[in-house]
């Protein structure tokens, strides 16, 4: 009995040393941490899928099955990033950054353009990841690759620099189309930069430059236009109002000639109403109006300045002797004083 217990020591002791030095096999128990799992082969073949948790894996008959991984790493001294591959037996579920390198791609009408980007992936089927592809990295660079270049190619210069998020989705699209057969999502992708020739570049800045001065130069001529329009409509509406207050001040004026006319007129018949009254023959009364027209319009004439020489006419003697006898007949009937 001793025997067996000494040989069973021996055997776990051989097998920690192979474990530990080789890592060719775990040992009993193995802990998977949560957006891990782990592919396990039983004699070669697929066993079954670890989730997070503690597992028990039988060894030397079990093993898990690595995955081929890239990492991103910073250089502490020359702050550069360095992409390097290795294996690893836990598979990370989580999304992770694909950095693609530049790709070279000609576009519609001829133009090599220089993209670099950006890809997202998340592995969502670990079986597939580890069994549909042998190396899952360089597959999705290679077809990232293919893809950039066949949708850039589909589309001219203008479009490629104008329209970034729609080549994005069209290479999402596709990768993922083509990926999902490996258990891959593609969740999206991002182009940093696409840089078309230096000579290029050069015209297109020229273009622009000459782009924005004819833009300045419409837009001035266009806020000259609105200002001779809004200038001469201020001006038709001042002409309007003006000319509407003439109107109104013409009307006034006129009203106010006419309600004077109109009693002066009341204030002439009235004094004519009481002449008759007077002289009591209307003959009478025309001859008097007639003689004080005479005598006012006589005495404009010798009021004005300059030698003159006026003669009076004959009938000027019958209208002061008719204001003669209207004088001595309103004498008459004038109602003695008592």
């Known amino acids: 009995m001793i025997y067996f217990w000494i040989t069973l020591i021996a055997a776990a002791i051989v097998y920690l040393v192979i474990a530990l030095n080789f890592k060719a096999f775990p040992v009993g128990f193995v802990l998977v941490r949560e957006a891990e799992v782990m592919i396990i082969e039983r004699l070669g073949q697929y066993h079954r ?5 503690v597992h028990f894996i039988w060894p030397f008959f079990e093993r898990p099955r690595q995955l081929k991984v890239r990492f991103h790493r910073v250089d502490p001294k020359t702050q550069r990033v360095l992409i390097y591959t290795s294996y690893v037996n836990r598979i990370d579920v989580r999304e992770r950054i694909f950095d693609f390198p530049q790709q070279h791609a000609i576009s519609k009408d001829n133009v090599g353009l220089t993209i670099d980007g950006l890809l997202y992936y998340q592995v969502f089927d670990a079986k597939k990841a580890v069994y549909a592809v042998a190396d899952i990295i360089e597959a999705i660079a290679r077809l990232s690759e ?43 992708v991002e182009l940093q930069d696409i840089k078309p020739p230096a000579e290029l570049t050069v015209a297109m800045n020229l273009q622009m430059e000459a782009e924005r001065q004819k833009r300045a130069t419409v837009l001035k001529a266009e806020g000259d236009k609105q200002a001779a329009q809004l200038t001469a409509e201020g001006e038709k509406q001042a002409m309007v109002i003006t000319a509407e207050g003439e109107k109104q001040a013409a009307i006034f ?9 109109y009693r002066i007129a009341q204030a002439e018949a009235e004094a004519i109403r009481k002449l008759m009254e007077v002289v009591g023959s209307s003959e009478a009364c025309t001859q008097y109006l007639t003689a004080i027209k005479y005598i006012d319009a006589f005495k404009h004439i010798i009021s ?3 030698d003159k020489v006026v003669m009076m006419p004959y009938e000027a003697s019958a209208v002061l002797s008719s204001i003669e006898m209207i004088r001595s007949i309103y004498e008459r009937n004038k109602p003695q004083s008592s």
């Not at 899928?49 to 948790?53: A, E, V």
């Not at 893809?147 to 596709?174: C, F, H, P, W, Y």
């Not at 004026?253 to 006319?261: D, F, K, M």
Request: charged fraction near 35%; hydrophobic fraction near 30%; aromatic fraction near 2%.
């Open 49 to 53: 899928r670890l989730d997070p948790g």
């Open 304 to 306: 004005e300045k300059g």
């Open 146 to 188: 293919t893809t950039l270049r066949a949708v850039i190619g589909g589309m001219v210069l203008d479009e490629t620099l104008s329209e970034r998020e729609t080549i994005n989705r069209k290479i999402q699209e596709s990768l993922d189309q083509a990926t999902s057969q490996w258990g891959v999502r593609i969740t999206r």
């Open 253 to 261: 004026r006129a009203e106010g000639e006419a309600s004077a006319r």
